[in-house]
């Protein structure tokens, strides 16, 4: 099972940036989706972003779509978040995760359709 491991939360003042990654440990990290999911205190977790395996599609949640860039670098097996324009709302643990099967040809953001979870890095935004 592929072991993912995220990197890069902290605090930061609202507006501010702040770049995520998701280091995988296999090279099977290649051929799946991934995702970046989030879950703030007293919340049930939510879908961010997604990326196919070869990088060519995206798909984000209407509360990022504009500030966030979902990527990801398949020689290095490690995906990326870049947040921008952090609001106070984007507080929350993130987590990255892997689409189930590979090779897929359609981008899903249910949390069902992936089967491999990082521990999660906290990112706070303060007012």
Request: charged fraction near 20%.
């Amino acid at each position: 099972q592929v072991q993912l491991v995220e990197s890069g939360g902290g605090l930061v003042q609202a507006g501010g940036s702040l770049r995520l990654s998701c280091a995988a440990s296999e090279r099977t990290f290649r051929i799946h989706d991934m995702g970046w999911f989030r879950q703030a205190p007293g919340r049930e977790r939510e879908f961010v972003a997604t990326i196919s395996w070869s990088g060519r599609t995206t798909y984000y949640a209407e509360t990022v779509k504009g500030r966030f860039t979902i990527s990801r670098d398949n020689f290095e097996n490690t995906m990326y978040l870049q947040m921008t324009s952090l609001k106070t709302d984007d507080t929350a643990v993130y987590y990255c995760a892997k689409r189930s099967d590979p090779l897929t040809t359609g981008l899903k953001y249910g949390e069902g359709d992936y089967d491999s979870w990082g521990q999660g890095t906290q990112v706070t935004v303060s007012s």
